[in-house]
């Protein structure tokens, strides 16, 4: 469990591919995980039962969601929300994406993946 205070600046970074990073901070029931995209990276689609929310701090990517049939460009000062078990995948454009993302329930299964 995490303390209230989270100083991202002081974790090590975590490789999950050669063009995505993370530092994972657990909570009880929430998850946060800063990540860095390097430019034209991919996350591939997926579907989980947590909750997501999220926030772009710096870049451009492009949040599809196939079940909607949209493709939507996020950039600095935006943020999303992605109801629990809908399909979703991401891709970066041509610069650098930094953003934060937010789970509830936590997702397990991304802690020690890479």
């Known amino acids: 469990m995490a303390e209230c205070c989270v100083r991202w600046d002081e974790m090590p970074w975590e490789m999950v591919s ?4 993370r ?3 657990l909570g009880k029931q929430i998850m946060m995980v800063f990540y860095c995209f390097e430019p034209f990276a991919q996350w591939p689609e997926e579907r989980h039962m947590a909750e997501q929310a999220g ?3 710096e870049g ?4 599809k969601q196939p079940g909607d049939g ?7 000062g935006d943020g999303y929300l992605i109801e629990s078990n809908k399909k979703h995948s991401w891709r970066v454009l041509e610069e ?3 953003l934060l993302d937010i789970f ?11």
């Open 23 to 25: 530092k994972v901070c």
């Open 104 to 114: 509830s329930p936590p997702r397990m299964e991304l802690i020690g993946q890479s």
């Open 60 to 63: 451009k990517i492009v949040l």
């Open 55 to 57: 926030y772009v701090i």
């Open 18 to 21: 050669e063009t995505i990073k």
């Open 96 to 98: 650098k994406v930094v």
């Open 70 to 76: 949209r493709e939507t460009v996020l950039g600095p």
